[in-house]
């Protein structure tokens, strides 16, 4: 486009030599040269300060997802490490815990036996102190073995939970690739059609047929495809405007 405007600025030149266009009309055309030239340089800037902008975007929200990810993968691990020396220093107490347990039941079994024909008293009260302890070191037991047991239910139940998260996310992952695919499909598809609908000429009202039909095909078309689809169109077009 520059060039153009530059081509127009020589014509003016020689124009104004030739003395076909007055000093004034000199000027305002310079001007409005140097104008548009001004206005074409400065969205070109613009638009590339917004590319490299977006490009070191780009660059940082991928360290960003790296170093979320790193934190994401470190909280897991120590979660999982933490989890583990948990549930090793609980296995050695419930040991230690149901082997006096048992040492202690299996010395009052033996007591039970020694008083349960008791006729005193005093050893009937024995045997009925002896047998609350029995309950009670089973009664432990049986509540221990359930809070185990609910334990691992939790445990389980997270893990599936961590599981269904972990598969959400990358489902979630696999759509952000697909709209980052659109938005590539599409910017594609415009700079094709730019270039394409200028070389077209005289058939413009089929290259505009043509490309509402690309349009539409749009969410069921790679990328491939779509601009095979659209160089074929282009030699079409160059042909046409050729031989017109």
């Known amino acids: 486009e520059i060039a153009a405007y530059e081509r127009i600025r020589k014509y003016v030149k020689e124009y104004y030599a030739e003395g076909l266009i007055s000093q004034k009309e000199y000027y305002a055309e310079i001007r409005e040269l140097d104008k548009n030239i001004y206005a074409v340089r400065k969205q070109a800037l613009e638009e590339e300060i917004k590319n490299t902008v977006e490009a070191q975007k780009k660059i940082l929200d991928a ?52 008083y349960q024909n008791a006729v005193t008293l005093e050893g009937k009260n024995k045997l009925k102190e002896i047998r609350e302890e029995i309950d009670k070191l089973n009664k432990e037991a049986a509540k221990e073995q359930r809070e185990l047991e609910k334990k691992s239910r939790l445990e389980a139940l997270e893990k599936e939970y961590e599981q269904a998260e972990e598969e959400r996310a990358r489902r979630l992952e696999a759509i952000s690739k697909e709209y980052e695919n659109l938005d590539n499909k599409q910017k594609a598809l415009l700079d094709n059609i730019a270039n394409y609908a200028a070389l077209s000429a005289g058939a ?4 505009t047929n043509r490309i509402k039909s690309l349009l539409n095909a749009l969410n069921s078309t790679n990328l491939s495809d779509l601009n095979n689809q659209l160089h074929r169109l282009y030699i079409t077009c160059t042909r046409r405007t050729i031989i017109t």
């Open 204 to 207: 413009l009202e089929q290259v």
């Open 63 to 114: 360290r960003k997802k790296a170093i979320e990810e790193e934190a994401k993968a470190d909280k897991k691990a120590y979660d999982e490490r933490r989890k583990a020396i948990e549930a090793y220093y609980d296995t050695i107490d419930r040991a230690e815990k149901q082997q006096e347990r048992s040492a202690r039941l299996s010395e009052l079994y033996s007591l039970e036996k020694i």
